[in-house]
């Protein structure tokens, strides 16, 4: 059994807390006895202005600042405090990989010929044998680097605003397929089956596995009609059979409500969409995440081979006949007619960093395990946490039961600067720095403070929270948090993580209210920034 993976045996089992973003979580940090250290020293007086700001007369605060040449700490609020930090716990689940694999390494998708090939015709079955790749090829731009936007698809449903990038989402089944045809295959005699059997997982009832054709979600892009009371138009974006879309979508006059319903899979692959939508609004994105990824791209590759015109007899929407697979040895052993890598890690974790892509957070988890021996994801946590060990870290710091940052995960503030600080002194810490999203300039920090004299200057992980809170109908923001690394005006390299547990907001309120949440976080890194 490999080392790493017989210490995660022997450790406590950690569960993974299946539960959305906005499930029911405890209280998010210590009392302040426990803490540590209370003084507000230090933080500058535009910071404190926005801490005490009315919508968090309840909230309780970690910040942690500290010099990275000298290691003089600047900010010590309640940095040994254990809070929930969100999404930022992607920072130690994607640099975990990244100290392991290192950010040029790459995984490649192969796809396996299971028969002889007689006068063009594959007498057998082609196997494409999924390796978690994050964006199998269908987000990379022509200079090879991946390509984000503000607000992702990921995120479509429950926050509005997210658009799609240029790039055909099939570009890497099209590719492989290509070179299937290129072997010399025009005709497959047997099945074309997904061997997903590297790693499983779950995260928020989500499968997470090691095939991913568009992120495994299907991107709902709903057009309004050219006047109010005509009907909207909707389209599948990527379009793979049986999958068809229903819109009962009302067009209402210009400046009227958008409101659009999540899709429903009403059975067999028929989506349908139901609402509002503004005449005057942009196109608006929903998207519906399937549960069968391996039966979604076998269908997706099947027609990407007829396209490049291979021949193909078995149902091209057929459930993926993973019952019909050789043993994983045997597929090993088998001739490779195609083979597809990926991007670097480096810009894997760009794409979940600046993004805060849950799934791809996981998946890497899912990796270190399987690089370690497991099919098991949830083994890949131990792991990382004997990587972070290895690497200097005070591991008992954090507490953490999964990649992405589900409710369940705590971190100090001071903690959350250390991991910071290891990455930094890399050799390729200047590489590392460029995965995190920027203050007003990209990702998840996109409108954050881009008017800001720090704006540019702030590297930074965000995470959130958030619940409703029945008691009083209100919606917590159990959670907002930005952590990482900023060129202050003086010159020097700061290190800092700031935490804000426990503001609330009314329901109608509740977008705008975590908007305004981030930008405050923003805010106080700005004023960090500027006074030191």
Known sequence: MNRRL???AAAVSLVLVAASITACTSDAASDESASGSGDEGGIPEAALTVMNEERYANARWQIYVEDLETGDVLVDYFGDAMAEPGSFVKTYSAAAAWLEFGPDSTVTTPVKASGDIVDGTLAGDLILVGQGDLTMGGRTKPDGTVDITALDHNDANPIPGATLTPEDPLTGLNDLAAQVKASGIDAVSGDVIIDDRLFVGELAEQPVTPININQNIIDVLITPGAAAGDPATGELIPAV???TLTVDVETVEAGGETKLADPIDTGD???IVTGTIAADADPTLKVYVFDDPATYARTAFIEALKRAGVAITTDPIATNPDSALPT???VEALPAVAELESLPLSEEV???????YNRGAQSLV??????NGSKKCDDGIAIAGEIWQEAGLDTEGAALIDGSGLPGN???????AQVQRIMAERPDGELWRETLPILGVDGSLTTVQPNSEAAGKVYAKTGTLADFDPFNSRIRIVTKTLGGVMDAESGRTLLFTVIMNNAFASPDAYIDAVFQANDDVGAIAAAIQQQY
């Open 410 to 416: 705590f971190v100090t503030a001071k903690n959350a």
């Open 350 to 356: 760009k794409y979940v960093m600046k993004i805060s």
């Open 241 to 243: 059979a049986p999958w």
């Open 328 to 330: 994983e040895d045997e």
């Open 6 to 8: 017989a210490g995660a």
């Open 269 to 271: 692959g028929k989506l």
């Open 366 to 371: 899912c990796r270190l395990a399987a690089a």
